[in-house]
């Protein structure tokens, strides 16, 4: 008798299919002429979509061409493309097919942990705290916004305004409700703080979060701190995330000092760590990009490149920090002639190397790609070199800063920006689930030859 095999899902076809049906879905509602204040194209509300569920926030469109029922739809879209993949997705799909999630959550290649590996109680657990965290930081600060806007001319009620821009800065999406952007609102200093706070806990990453609030809960009960000890993971996001801020934010402000002129040192200080944080994550931004320097631009590219946390809204921006530390970690290997990659007394494994530097020249390699193709489609463009490249990079990072290239985009143009964007949300996922479905254990060896580096 023939046992029939449970019909199964692959982790990486489930990513990709449910971020490509949510954006045509979302696509087709913005559609709707109940949505707009003006006929758009396809391609444009596609992009749109595209944008906000891959948590980016470049638009082609001004966010006022939509209507009240359209702005709903987009806020829906973030919400899902911040939290779906991590709370809805998977457990919904994991009710109808076998998709292994006591195997791997689908979250990101962080969860390479032993309590996610082997504890689906504990994954349950933290599914139950994202959603709880998510619930309760945006509803906080939408009430915070609620309550510090002030005169700003608004273009939909005050409440909407604060919910939207609440989920928006929590899902690190960079799409502002403010007439003119956030440079409308860069004088309103509590909100810049507000939203600063929203947007560093939405891109730290759950795990960590998780983590630190039940070491907090443990010590609160009296139960010695030894009983939950910090993973690697945790302890790289948590030294090297402020790390990457305390150095983007003096450089920024060197590079860009003319246009904090005529501010207080406090209200310097306050948009130079705003614009720090966002510029590597989200996407909001205060300065006049136009009149950014080259430095600048260079030094975002760089910081969006890196990313943020693995596992935080969205899945995380750009490579992701730990890929970065973990190439740092293996140069300085390397210059110290060690035969071993440690990281605060753990012993890296040679795979996870192995994924990260393959991480880090597919995402380099599809950067480069991009550029040159929107370079062909938009031949006739004035627009230099470096905004091809800083266009291409900030799809593939979804942080959302552009210099203004895509409303002008040819329909190709557009198209290949978008599928930039679901890349950079699915690209370094995919290729570690996919690396893992074919890792199979050899039974013998080749022979071992060196060949010459340098």
């Known amino acids: 008798m023939q046992v029939r095999r449970p019909f199964t899902i692959s982790p990486w076809r489930v990513i990709i299919f449910s971020i490509v049906f949510i954006a045509i879905v979302g696509a087709l509602l913005l559609s709707l002429p109940a949505a707009q204040r003006v006929p758009l194209s396809f391609i444009d509300v596609l992009f749109t979509s595209a944008s906000a569920v891959c948590v980016t926030g470049i638009l ?3 966010l006022d061409a939509f209507t009240f029922l359209g702005k709903c739809i987009i806020l829906l879209l973030i919400q ?26 689908i979250t990101g290649h962080q969860f390479e942990l032993e309590n996610w590996s082997h504890n689906w109680i504990y994954s349950r657990q933290v599914i139950i705290f994202i959603v709880c965290l998510s619930l309760f930081c945006e509803t906080i600060g939408a009430f915070a916004i609620y309550g510090v806007i002030g005169s700003e001319v608004l273009t939909e009620p005050r409440w909407f305004i604060a919910m939207f821009h609440g989920i928006s800065s929590f899902c690190n999406s960079g ?10 609102v860069q ?4 909100l810049i703080v ?3 706070i929203l947007m560093v806990i939405g891109g730290f990453g759950f795990v960590p979060l998780y983590e630190l609030s039940t070491r907090a809960w443990n010590r609160i009960k009296g139960i010695p701190s030894h009983s939950l ?3 690697l993971h945790s302890k790289i996001i948590i030294y090297f995330t402020p790390a990457l801020t305390l150095i983007f934010t003096p450089l920024l ?13 406090l209200e310097t200080l306050n948009l130079s760590l705003f614009n720090a944080i966002s510029l590597r994550s989200c996407g909001f931004c205060t300065l006049d990009l136009s009149l950014m320097t080259d430095i600048t631009l260079l030094l975002i590219l760089i910081f969006a490149f890196i990313g943020s946390s693995p596992g935080s809204v969205g899945g995380g921006t750009g490579i992701k920090i730990t890929s970065f530390v973990l190439a740092l970690a293996t140069i300085r290997t390397a210059i110290l002639g060690k035969a071993q990659v440690e990281l605060f007394g753990r012993r890296i494994p040679f795979e996870q190397i192995f994924r990260a530097f393959a991480i880090i020249v597919v995402s380099l390699s599809f950067c480069i790609l991009s550029t040159m193709l929107l370079m062909i489609t938009e031949s006739g463009s004035p627009h230099p070199f470096m905004h091809f490249l800083f266009e291409a990079i900030s799809a593939f990072a979804n942080h959302g800063v552009t210099l203004g290239l895509a409303p002008s985009m040819t329909v190709l143009g557009k198209f290949i920006f978008s599928l930039g964007m679901i890349f950079g949300r699915i690209s370094s996922l995919t290729l570690i689930l996919a690396i893992k479905k074919n890792k199979e254990k050899t039974e013998f060896q080749y022979p071992e030859e060196r060949i010459l580096l340098v």
Request: aromatic content about 10%; proline content about 8%; charged content about 10%.
């Open 253 to 265: 402000w060197l590079s860009e000092h003319r246009q904090f002129a005529g501010m207080s040192f």
């Open 60 to 62: 082609t469109v001004p």
């Open 175 to 184: 799409i502002a409700p403010f007439p003119g952007d956030m440079p409308s």
């Open 187 to 190: 004088h309103n200093g509590a």
């Open 229 to 231: 000890h910090l993973t």
């Open 80 to 105: 899902i493309g911040g939290l779906g993949l991590l709370t809805l997705v998977i457990p919904l799909v994991a009710l109808f097919f076998n998709v292994r999630m006591r195997t791997h959550l």
């Open 194 to 196: 507000i939203t600063s």
